[in-house]
């Protein structure tokens, strides 16, 4: 009996210290990798699925903007302006958490969705928040769900701006959008090898 409680014990201690690290979040080693990504963080993977179940938007889409946004980091902002080149001033906007969401769109989308409570810094509300507003945009502006370079311009200026075509205007944020659709390509490449893998389940995974 000895032996068998010895063999259970540090079997369970794992289980409860997993689930713990799991809430704790910080940012994956190796971001330009999904894989790597969801392999660290189980729970993100079933975030981004659920995101996909709901609003249609592709996982390799959804991840790619939190990469562009945030690299992964929950309380990520704008860098602080400067006064006098020596001190600090005042964030450029209130852009702030994994999906760099404003205040006015972030509190849209809890009254639009009821999603009271939503936190910007917790990966799950903050992909749900991308998910449902590439939903819109899909819905507003035509814009593919799979076209991670259009609603990445359409999320940067807005439905209204998107329409207006501000962007053509914005060079860089072309660029940015670019990059975004190479990271959203690359992201696909890398899914498509891990997710049969993914599927089996986190405790599959990690003890079987």
């Not at 068998?4 to 369970?12: A, I, K, Q, V």
């Not at 760099?100 to 992909?127: C, M, P």
Request: proline share 4%; glycine share 6%; aromatic share 16%.
């Amino acid at each position: 009996m000895l032996d068998g409680l010895m063999f259970r014990l540090p079997l369970f201690l794992l289980i409860g210290i997993s689930l713990i690290l799991a809430g704790c979040s910080s940012q994956p080693k190796n971001i330009n990798n999904v894989c790597s990504i969801f392999d660290e963080n189980y729970d993100w993977y079933e975030a981004a699925v659920d995101v996909q179940k709901k609003w249609g938007v592709p996982i390799h889409v959804t991840m790619a903007f939190i990469h562009q946004e945030s690299k992964f980091v929950s309380d990520a902002q704008p860098p602080r302006t400067t006064f006098l080149w020596i001190f600090p001033g005042p964030r450029p906007s209130s852009a702030y958490g994994y999906a760099q969401a404003l205040d006015e769109t972030w509190d849209h989308y809890i009254s639009s969705t009821k999603n009271y409570g939503a936190d910007r810094d917790d990966f799950d509300d903050a992909v749900d928040f991308i998910g449902w507003y590439n939903f819109t945009s899909h819905k507003r502006n035509g814009i593919s769900k799979w076209n991670a370079k259009h609603l990445y311009l359409a999320y940067h200026e807005g439905h209204g701006g998107y329409s207006r075509r501000t962007y053509n205007q914005k060079k860089w944020l072309l660029k940015v959008s670019d990059k975004v659709q190479r990271r959203a390509s690359q992201y696909l490449r890398q899914y498509k090898t891990c997710k049969a893998d993914l599927e089996r389940g986190w405790f599959s995974r990690t003890f079987l």
